[in-house]
């Protein structure tokens, strides 16, 4: 559904009169029916990914297409669901009419469009905030009215950028479900966020950007399989496992327990040496996802 080839956007400063690369050679593509997040540190490209997707930018190399049209081309004909980093609305607006506001932009037909803001504010939790003013919401409710405006329309392309931002765990959680609800074979949904655990949960694919470039994909279950990754171990007893598992190294102050660094693959034969030696498990954890592991390593690398 969606394909940056070789795509980059280069900017020239103001001040200096120097150019200043945000992307470069990005080579993407997203199939309808995925989930794909986005990640990397401030600066790595993100925001200029979705302003290329959306057609806000043109790139400056390469090309970026939506079902072989230009962004702008494919966002007026079909429309997206867009959840922007900060939301930001007019503040005298109250919930209900800026909801009922944004139905209209978002193309919902006038007979559906009362039904569908009521179903959006109970679906969010916010029919309670229905009347009070945009300038009166916490930063969190403020969060779930935007994402009840990339909601709205019935979009087969969903963007969201940072939508945990502001959340509390309970509704952090809920939005969970709300994704695993917007999932559908026909959809593509776009995740940009820095909660690297998130991504875990939610995305089939996660593309890592660094310094504007997209640095490593990593997929549920193969991709960071050679990368090393923290464990903790915890056995019975207090021996030296030196021997069964090499550069184990003691954790201070909690008898029996060791980290070892290691990929999956190395750990899961050392353990069962370790086992087969008679060792008593008591636990064994990975200290950081395996997705903040391949983060880690990518943007090291």
Request: proline share 4%.
């Amino acid at each position: 559904m969606i394909r940056f080839a070789q795509a980059g956007k280069t900017y020239r400063s103001l001040v200096r009169r120097r150019e200043i690369t945000a992307l470069a050679g990005l080579d993407l593509e997203i199939a309808r029916g995925e989930v794909v997040g986005i990640a990397g540190p401030n600066g790595a490209g993100k925001s200029t990914l979705i302003s290329l997707l959306l057609g806000f930018l043109a790139p400056s190399e390469g090309s970026v297409t939506l079902e072989g049209l230009a962004p702008r081309r494919y966002v007026e004909r079909h429309g997206v669901g867009y959840l922007t980093e900060l939301v930001n609305l007019p503040g005298q607006w109250r919930v209900q009419d800026a909801l009922h506001r944004l139905a209209i932009l978002a193309g919902v037909p006038a007979a559906a469009r009362r039904g569908r803001v009521a179903d959006t504010m109970a679906r969010l939790g916010i029919e309670e905030h229905a009347t009070k003013k945009i300038k009166q919401l916490s930063k969190g409710n403020l969060q779930r009215v935007g994402l009840g405006q990339a909601l709205l329309g019935e979009f087969d392309l969903v963007v969201l950028d940072e939508p945990t931002h502001g959340l509390d765990p309970v509704w952090t959680a809920r939005f969970r479900d709300i994704v695993v609800e917007l999932r559908r074979p026909d959809r593509a949904i776009l995740i940009a966020s820095h909660n690297l655990d998130e991504l875990e949960m939610l995305a089939d694919r996660v593309a890592i950007l660094d310094h504007g470039r997209l640095q490593r994909v990593v997929g549920h279950a193969t991709e960071a399989s050679d990368a090393s990754v923290s464990w903790r171990l915890v056995l019975e007893g207090d021996d030296d496992i030196g021997a069964a598992m090499p550069g184990a190294v003691p954790i201070a102050g909690r008898p029996g327990s060791w980290r070892v660094l290691a990929p999956r693959a190395a750990m899961s034969r050392q353990l069962a040496a370790l086992l087969q030696s008679g060792a008593v498990l008591v636990e064994c954890v990975p200290e950081q996802g395996r997705l903040a592991s391949a983060f880690r390593e990518a943007v090291r690398q």
